[in-house]
Structures are given as C-alpha cells and as structure tokens.
C-alpha cells in the first residue's frame, strides 16, 4: 500500500511493526485462539519495542506520538494476520483518556504500565438496555461519604479477564441540576461487587467478551477520572461537562484504531486471495488472469487504499486537536474500513473456493470477524444517522 502521506518516521514504523507481525503471524494468532490462550508473547514484545505506547506521552514512558502512529502499528499487526484488539482499548482509548483528562496521581499510576504494556486496561459503556443510546445509561455513582458507590450492568466488555482495571462510564447527580451527567471511573479488577461473567461468543478471537455487574462497588475519591468534586458535591475538576469530554476524547480513538484493526484484517485476506489467484492454474492460465477474479479482487484493493486515506485524515485532525472535525473523520473512517473489509474478506474466501472454507487456509473464521467492525464500536446505521445530521444538516428522527 502507498504511505506517500507519511513521515520517514511513520514509514519506518510501519516497516518495523510489520517485520515484527510476519514473525509471529496468523499461525500464532489462530493457536493462541485453539488453546484459549492470550497473545502474551506479541503483546510483551511490541510493548518492549515502544508500540504499544506510541501515542502516550513521553514523560510517562510512551512515545510522544499520536494516533497516526498508534493506528499504523495496529494495522500492520492485522495485515501480517495477528491483530492486538485490545489496544483499541488499552493504549487507545483508555491511555488517551487518562492521559487528557487524568490527574497527575491517575497518569503515574497507568500511565507508564499502560505504555510498557505491563498494565492494561478494559473500557465498559454498552449496556444491556442502552445499545447505542448513550442517554439511556443506567450505570449510576452516588457518593458515600469520600466514596463512590457504582452500580450497573455492562456487555460485551472486552478483555476484563486479564485486564487490571476497568474505564466504566456511569453517570452522576449534577449538584446544582439535579440531572445526570456521565463520568468515567477506574474500577479494579479485584474490587468487591466487581462481577464478571464470559458471554459465549461465535467470533474466534483471544479477547474474550464480558458481562459485568457492578452492585455497589464502593470506589475511592480518585477512581474518578479527574478526580475531585466542589463543596456543592458536583463531580469532576473539569467543569460541568467534563465527564462528555473525556468520553468523546476516548470515543474517536476507538473509531480510528477499529478502521485500523478492519483495514489490516481486510489487507491480510486480500493478500491471501491474490497470492492464491496467481499460483491456482485450473486451465491454461493462473486464475487470476481471469477478470471474473481480478476486477473484484482490484476493486477491494481500492476501497481498502479509499478508507485507509480518511483514517489518516481522522488520525491527523484528532492529533491536532481537532476534536469536532476528528469524530466526523473518525466515524467516516471507521463505517469505510469495515464495509471494505468485509468485502475484502468474503471476495478472498470466494476466491479460493472450497479452500476458502478450510482451516488451512485460514480465511473462513474471518468472515465472522470482519463483521465485528461494521456493529462495533458503533453500528453502521448509526454512523449514518451522524452523518446526516452533523455533516448534512438533516433532522433527526430520534
């Protein structure tokens, strides 16, 4: 793929990044996934390589560097068919967070384990009865005394099991409102009525999904992120919306780097099909001299390079600071990548045929997979529903 709209730096990164995913590789991935294991060799690897913590700042450990290269070492890590979802997460969201937003004790605590990948951390906002409206959350704090008291339902939470603690977006009573406003906590993994329990999934994925229950979860002062609260009682040091902001700050890194993780996973399968297309000879020429083969396999390639361009652009507008002009490149970047992953991926199974649905091959668990991006973090239908009306203007039917 073109990275002429990249630094030297970025170019290197990604060269590196890439070596490193060809060593370990799909086989790796999908034997991680049999034994019901965890990636931990990649993950420690990339970590002591300075990846995982590219976009966290230096001070704490990290790189200095943005979500441009954050999403550039997710990307090529799929498109080498070993994927780390966790650092949609981890580093992404809940790093970029903390890094923002944090107080200065909550950036030393997480900061530096977050970058050198020796902590990590697990986001939960969907609930059972909210789906995508994030008004409906009902993950409520009260305080008790100095604490916090949290309690609520979670789903389909990535990787609680191994993760440290997790960002839950609850709400809180505004003092002076009386309305609820959200807030982000840092909750343990061990913190008493902290419950967990594994949701049966189809996708063949090391990151196991959750259902969390949090009844009562008595949490201290500074689990709050940003911690404090006035005499009046009002959470939060940053203002009365601050608890909105620090939640859309982690929200367009999640956009950004599941582009990402949909444009390797669409790059690893079309290289697959193409390789298969020029050595699979059924009559006198390789398969994919035919156009019946190639034209669908070329229109992949471009529809890949298409959204690879407009995560690019969100990565940059979000690493400027442009947080408006982000979450609408964002959400674009994210509904382009997934739609042209999951043509890329059903065009390669296709393209071998009955080899597409082996094991041997590989591709046949992508097809689930690859859908993950098109419901996940946000559905399709609700990145439309943004872009009408944010970017075109129209009226809402909600």
């Given amino acids: 793929m073109s990275t002429v709209l990249e630094t030297e730096e970025q170019q290197a990164l990604r060269a590196a990044v890439a070596a ?3 060593r370990y590789g799909r086989d790796y991935m999908t034997s991680v996934v049999r034994d019901g294991a965890h990636p931990r060799e990649l993950w420690t690897e990339a970590a002591k390589l300075g990846y995982l913590g590219v976009n966290l700042p230096e001070e704490y450990g990290g790189g200095g560097s943005g979500m441009a290269e954050l999403s ?3 990307e090529e890590l799929g498109a080498a068919g070993s994927p780390l979802l966790m650092m949609v997460v981890s580093p992404a969201i809940c790093g970029t967070v903390i890094a923002r937003f944090g107080t200065d004790t909550q950036k030393q605590q997480w900061l530096p384990g977050l970058a050198d990948g020796s902590l990590t951390m ?9 789906g995508s409206n994030s008004h409906r959350i009902t993950t409520t704090a009260r305080r008790d005394g100095e604490d916090w008291l949290l309690t609520g339902r979670k789903v389909f939470v990535s990787g609680v099991d191994i993760a440290d603690a997790t960002l839950v977006v609850g709400r809180t009573e505004d003092a002076r409102t009386g309305k609820l406003k959200p807030c982000l906590f840092i909750v343990p993994r061990d913190a008493p009525g902290f419950r967990r329990s ?3 999934m189809e996708l063949q994925a090391p990151e196991k999904q959750f259902e969390l229950v949090l009844d009562d979860v008595r949490l201290p002062a500074d689990a709050l992120v940003g911690g404090g609260t006035s005499r009046s009682g009002a959470a939060g040091s940053g203002g009365e919306d601050a608890g909105l902001l620090q939640l859309f700050a982690g929200l367009n890194p999640e956009r950004i780097m599941t582009a990402a993780f949909a444009l390797g996973m669409g790059r690893y399968a079309l290289g697959r099909a193409v390789e298969y297309a020029r050595t699979r000879q059924v009559w006198k020429e390789p398969i994919g001299s035919h156009q019946a083969i190639a034209h669908p396999l070329a229109q992949a390639h471009i529809e890949l390079e298409l959204a690879r361009l407009m995560m690019q652009k969100a990565a940059r507008l979000y690493d400027e600071g442009d ?7 964002a959400n674009m970047a994210k509904y382009a990548a997934a739609e042209a992953c999951v043509k890329a991926v059903d065009q390669a199974v296709h393209t071998l045929g009955g080899n597409g ?7 046949a668990s992508l097809i689930t997979a690859a859908r993950v ?9 609700m990145i439309l529903n943004y872009v009408s009306h944010q970017s075109l203007g129209l009226p809402k039917s909600y």
Avoid: C, H, M, N
């Avoid at 947080?323 to 490149?329: K, L, P, Y």
């Fill in 122 to 130: 697990a986001f939960g906002i969907t609930e059972p009865d909210a």
């Fill in 373 to 381: 991006a098109r419901i996940a973090p946000v559905s399709r239908e």
């Fill in 72 to 74: 550039i070492v997710l």
């Fill in 357 to 363: 649905l082996t094991r041997e091959y590989g591709l």
């Fill in 323 to 329: 947080d408006i002009g982000a979450g609408e490149a």
């Fill in 198 to 200: 594994q949701i049966d």
């Fill in 20 to 22: 490193l995913g060809k």
